[in-house]
């Protein structure tokens, strides 16, 4: 798969690797939906891929809003007639110890980092579809831990770390349903860890020193984005470029349902599995 002429939405490309992400799709041809909550900064990175006579749009939305998320899917939906890629890129990284809320009143990594990539796919799935063979791809970590889902949104012991950790997995828990859910229908979806401690402002943030670069984590998802080698590959996990295994909660078929039913009610959508019951 060559990306020129393809169109790829990637979340979260004003800054760090999806920024990186975006500039290199743009250089090689793709028509590049970059999203963000910046303005300033979106078009500075559709004029720096112009420049480089690409092509690209800004499209602006803080994902801490369903209703957001809701006005981005109907943007995209009236300016393609198809998605061939959607890279959920965009997130919080795991400063701070005060429990913040998103505009829904929900944790807000899970909502962000999560919620808002479950309810973009979900809404974008019928132009995603109409590009097949397309791909999804969900920029997780190795930094996961099991959700509790008797306190889902962290009421209790809330940390920075747990609250990423646990919106990471669930990315993961989303990815492995998904597939489950797209097998035979010609679109992919896999979730990775890029790279650890890349320099960006989210590792800046938690007062971690970098140890790799926007390069080393954007190659790996550009690989899951383009590359022929992971074509008939979906439901997995990437450590990189190589594959790996995700927490043991992303195999246990019990929580992947438990985290979809809630994920559904949540957004206020119907469950397209449970309507094909009888
Ligand atoms: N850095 C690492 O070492 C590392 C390791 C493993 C996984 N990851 C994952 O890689 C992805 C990208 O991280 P990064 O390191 O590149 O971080 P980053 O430089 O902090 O970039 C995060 C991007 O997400 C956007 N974003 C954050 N909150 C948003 C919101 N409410 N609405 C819309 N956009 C929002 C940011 O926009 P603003 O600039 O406006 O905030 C920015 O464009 C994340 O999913 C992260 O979990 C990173």
């Known amino acids: 798969m060559t990306v020129e002429g393809k169109t790829i939405l990637v979340t979260g490309s004003t800054d760090g690797v999806g920024r990186w992400l975006a500039l290199r799709l743009g250089a090689e041809g793709a028509r590049v939906l970059v999203h963000g909550r910046d303005r300033r900064r979106g078009e500075a990175v559709v004029a720096e891929i112009g420049r480089q006579g690409g092509e690209a749009t800004f499209l602006e939305a803080d994902l801490a809003s369903l209703g957001e998320v809701r006005k981005l899917a109907d943007v995209v939906q009236g300016q393609t007639d198809g998605l061939d890629v959607l890279v959920n890129n965009a997130g919080i990284g ?111 943030l938690s007062g971690v020193r970098p140890m790799s670069t926007v390069e080393d984590g954007g190659e790996a998802i550009l690989r899951l984005v383009a590359s022929p080698a992971v074509e008939s590959l979906s439901g997995r996990f990437f450590n990189g470029k190589r594959e790996s ?24 959508m119907a469950d397209p599995r449970s309507a094909q019951r009888p």
């Open 94 to 204: 795991t400063a701070g110890d005060t429990r913040e809320v998103s505009a829904d009143s929900c944790e807000l990594r899970f909502a962000v980092n999560y919620l808002a990539g479950f309810l973009l796919t979900r809404l974008l799935l019928p132009k995603i579809e109409r590009r097949a063979p397309s791909r999804i791809v969900n920029v997780s970590s190795l930094g996961q831990q099991a959700i509790d889902f008797s306190d889902v949104m962290l009421t209790r012991g809330y940390s920075g770390m747990r609250a990423y950790r646990q919106s990471k997995l669930a990315q993961i828990l989303f990815t492995v349903d998904l597939a489950e859910e797209l097998g035979g229908r010609n679109v992919t979806v896999n979730a990775l860890h890029p790279a650890t401690y890349m320099d960006t402002t989210m590792v800046r």
């Open 245 to 268: 295994r995700a927490d043991a909660q992303a195999y246990d078929p019990d929580a992947r349902s438990r985290l979809r039913r809630l994920s559904f009610d949540l957004v206020g």
